[in-house]
């Protein structure tokens, strides 16, 4: 028995020499190789850079006028250039001018749910609703206690046909009180 356990102290000191060389052979190769990349990266960074010179810039001339047998001419321009269209900046945020004129626009569709739903003139109620950047509204619903077929006609109402102007942001969580008219019934 001991023998064998001499055998395999013997065998385990091979081992152990054989990852210890293993292991400086690899710390070497990568310092090795990252000495060669410094050296590299410093001569890059000291030499001269190769300056190429720029094409020179040649005028052109403008073309000639042909003056064909038939005594064509390219007609010349006497009308002023028409300035370009100003369209409308886009604002980063929908402020409370820009909510009450699109609730504006659909005030004969909320009134007309105020018809439908037998409301009496002049009822207020909340919605909650959050307008795109595009200007369409993304959700609306009624707040309470107006969880009620009118409330959510209005919701209704103000998802699908309300249109506001565009902006970069869009607003989210606009609370409106809306006041309804009965102008028929």
Known sequence: MPED??????????????ARRNFVLMVAGFAALAMV????????????PEEDEPPPIV?????????DDDGF??????????????????????D???????????QGALNACAVT???IDGTRLTVDFSVQ???RVSDAYSRPPHKTPLG????????????????????GDIRRSITLRRTSG
């Open 5 to 18: 356990s001499r055998r395999e102290r013997y065998f385990d000191r091979e081992a152990e020499k054989r």
């Open 37 to 48: 990349g410094g050296i590299a990266l410093a001569l890059w960074i000291f030499s001269e």
């Open 59 to 67: 005028a052109q001339e403008p073309p000639e006028v042909i003056d």
């Open 73 to 94: 001419l390219p007609p010349e321009r006497d009308e002023p250039i028409p300035e370009p269209i100003r369209r409308p900046s886009v604002k980063r945020k929908l």
């Open 96 to 106: 409370d001018g820009d909510i009450s004129k699109g609730i504006g626009r659909i």
């Open 117 to 119: 739903h037998g409301a």
């Open 133 to 135: 950047p595009n200007g």
């Open 152 to 171: 959510f006609c209005v919701a209704k109402v103000i998802r699908t046909q309300g249109k506001f102007r565009k902006s970069k942001e869009g607003l």
